[in-house]
């Protein structure tokens, strides 16, 4: 982790412009060196900090002046922020404020916090992305959000580098704000491809076996069902449609649900962690390992071969089948998301938060909600931030990088595939021809 930091000659001196001194921060102690001087989070065209002057800038500062509330359990801590970014890189310093009384508030804890970004060069867009932070994170201080930013000087005996998997500009985008809206009116999120003539029947065949495992034979499941249906191109008429599902249904209920040790959707979900489609961590390897978790009885890859996918007779060579798989998986994923939304607005809605209130987002109950109802509230935040991660990932780019990650986690030998002339491979048995 490294982010490079410009301070002044000086500190406290809020009308100071000239920051000549650049530190390449890598390390605890270099950065408690750094920000005893007043400095800034950017370079600037000769060393005079203006939006105008603004060159590049690796690093987001955000302030934490726990101002949104005056009961103590409400603040935000080191150990809160864990649980809000556990796979983000961050640095957590305290400000010159830290547990004094400050503007007539009573002493508490004040943070500056360092996230290391990619090097953004326009001004712009390196406000934008603060704004983004501050509206997804609303504790955050909503004052002095643009590219010139200075934060004032202080002496830090501890500070903190939080290790992550990604960065804040990977969790929270700016195309993100610009396009939340538009996607926001699409039930399904950003699209993803077709299910082509020649592979709808078997695509949707599993498709609903998969959700009604996971469902049960529900109106959630059917509904699941249909939406993925409508990728379908040409359209399957409605009969066939009708056909597939109800002899799905029908293996369900005769193979599925009388087999031992079988354990309804109901009670399965209630554990959630037990049955969550959330990968551990937001980045590709994170999103392929729940992939192969559930896909991995029915993809393969080889160096020869590329993918295989069982398309419910045999082994088919086919990449565009595979990524196929990876759609299938996106739409459950999906689904499982917006589910946990519900389920946490369900869960402040039975707790007595107004419907209103919820609906209008973290930021307002953070003013709304007291200390016992906080944890609902960041529950909330990973919810939606969950939410936004599947949208995001339903990118075409994001749907083949997750595919490629997956590679290894698929890898067989080509030796295995023909290692005896007289056996058939399939997902569950070898049969002897």
Request: glycine share 6%; charged share 30%; proline share 5%.
């Given at each position: 982790?490294?982010?490079?930091?410009?301070?002044?000659?000086?500190v406290?001196q809020?009308g100071?412009?000239?920051?000549?001194?650049k530190v390449?921060?890598?390390?605890?102690?270099?950065?408690?060196?750094a920000?005893?001087?007043?400095?800034?989070c950017?370079?600037?065209k000769?060393?005079y900090?203006?939006i105008d002057?603004?060159?590049?800038s690796?690093?987001i500062?955000m302030?934490?002046?726990?101002d949104?509330?005056e009961?103590?359990?409400?603040w935000?801590?080191?150990?809160?922020l864990?649980?809000?970014?556990?796979?983000?890189?961050?640095l957590?310093a305290p400000?010159?404020?830290?547990l004094l009384?400050k503007?007539?508030?009573s002493?508490?804890p004040?943070?500056?916090m360092y996230?290391?970004?990619?090097?953004?060069?326009?001004?712009t867009?390196?406000?934008n992305?603060?704004?983004?932070i501050q509206?997804?994170?609303?504790?955050?201080?909503g004052?002095?959000?643009?590219?010139?930013?200075?934060?004032f000087g202080?002496?830090?005996?501890?500070?903190i580098?939080?290790?992550?998997?990604m960065?804040v500009?990977?969790e929270?985008?700016?195309s993100?704000m610009?396009e939340?809206d538009?996607?926001?009116?699409?039930?399904g999120?950003k699209?993803s491809?077709?299910i082509?003539?020649?592979?709808?029947?078997?695509t949707?065949?599993?498709?609903?076996?998969?959700?009604?495992?996971?469902y049960?034979?529900?109106?959630?499941?059917?509904e699941?069902?249909?939406?993925?249906?409508?990728?379908?191109d040409p359209p399957?008429?409605d009969?066939?449609?009708?056909t597939?599902w109800?002899s799905?249904?029908?293996?369900?209920?005769k193979?599925i649900?009388?087999?031992?040790g079988y354990?309804p959707?109901?009670e399965?979900?209630a554990?959630?962690?037990?049955?969550s489609?959330?990968?551990?961590?937001?980045?590709?390897?994170?999103?392929?390992?729940?992939?192969?978790?559930?896909?991995?009885?029915?993809?393969?890859?080889?160096?020869?071969?590329?993918?295989?996918?069982?398309?419910?007779?045999?082994?088919?060579?086919?990449?565009?089948m595979?990524?196929?798989?990876?759609?299938?998986?996106l739409d459950?994923?999906?689904?499982?998301a917006?589910?946990e939304?519900d389920?946490?607005?369900?869960?402040?809605?039975d707790?007595?938060?107004?419907?209103?209130?919820?609906?209008?987002g973290?930021?307002?109950l953070?003013?709304e909600?007291?200390?016992?109802l906080l944890?609902?509230?960041?529950m909330?935040?990973?919810?939606?931030?969950?939410?936004?991660?599947v949208?995001?990932?339903?990118?075409?780019?994001?749907i083949?990088?997750?595919?490629?990650?997956?590679?290894?986690?698929?890898?067989?030998?080509?030796?295995e595939l023909?290692?005896?002339?007289?056996?058939?491979n399939?997902?569950y048995?070898?049969?002897?021809?």
């Amino acid at each position: 982790m490294q982010v490079t930091i410009f301070t002044a000659n000086c500190v406290g001196q809020a009308g100071n412009c000239s920051y000549p001194g650049k530190v390449t921060v890598v390390t605890p102690e270099q950065l408690q060196e750094a920000v005893k001087k007043d400095h800034v989070c950017g370079e600037f065209k000769g060393n005079y900090r203006s939006i105008d002057n603004f060159i590049r800038s690796d690093v987001i500062v955000m302030d934490i002046d726990n101002d949104h509330s005056e009961d103590p359990t409400e603040w935000i801590t080191p150990e809160k922020l864990e649980e809000l970014f556990p796979n983000v890189e961050y640095l957590l310093a305290p400000s010159r404020h830290h547990l004094l009384e400050k503007e007539g508030k009573s002493a508490r804890p004040r943070y500056h916090m360092y996230f290391p970004i990619t090097e953004i060069t326009d001004a712009t867009k390196y406000g934008n992305l603060k704004k983004s932070i501050q509206n997804a994170y609303p504790f955050f201080d909503g004052n002095a959000l643009d590219a010139a930013r200075f934060i004032f000087g202080a002496e830090c005996d501890e500070v903190i580098f939080h290790d992550g998997w990604m960065t804040v500009d990977e969790e929270v985008e700016i195309s993100d704000m610009e396009e939340e809206d538009f996607d926001s009116e699409m039930p399904g999120g950003k699209s993803s491809g077709p299910i082509l003539e020649g592979s709808r029947n078997n695509t949707m065949s599993r498709f609903a076996g998969r959700v009604l495992k996971r469902y049960g034979d529900t109106k959630k499941a059917h509904e699941a069902f249909l939406e993925h249906a409508k990728k379908c191109d040409p359209p399957l008429p409605d009969f066939e449609l009708k056909t597939i599902w109800n002899s799905a249904v029908k293996f369900f209920r005769k193979s599925i649900v009388t087999q031992d040790g079988y354990v309804p959707p109901d009670e399965y979900n209630a554990d959630f962690a037990g049955s969550s489609l959330k990968p551990e961590d937001y980045s590709d390897i994170g999103q392929a390992k729940v992939l192969v978790r559930e896909y991995g009885d029915e993809l393969k890859y080889t160096s020869a071969t590329d993918f295989l996918r069982f398309d419910g007779e045999c082994w088919r060579e086919d990449k565009q089948m595979a990524i196929g798989a990876v759609e299938e998986f996106l739409d459950l994923q999906l689904q499982d998301a917006m589910d946990e939304v519900d389920r946490v607005e369900k869960a402040l809605e039975d707790a007595g938060v107004p419907k209103a209130s919820i609906q209008a987002g973290p930021k307002e109950l953070l003013k709304e909600v007291d200390g016992k109802l906080l944890p609902l509230v960041y529950m909330l935040m990973g919810a939606q931030t969950y939410l936004k991660f599947v949208q995001k990932r339903r990118d075409y780019k994001y749907i083949v990088s997750a595919a490629n990650t997956a590679k290894p986690m698929l890898a067989i030998s080509v030796s295995e595939l023909d290692k005896d002339e007289i056996l058939i491979n399939t997902p569950y048995a070898t049969i002897r021809s």
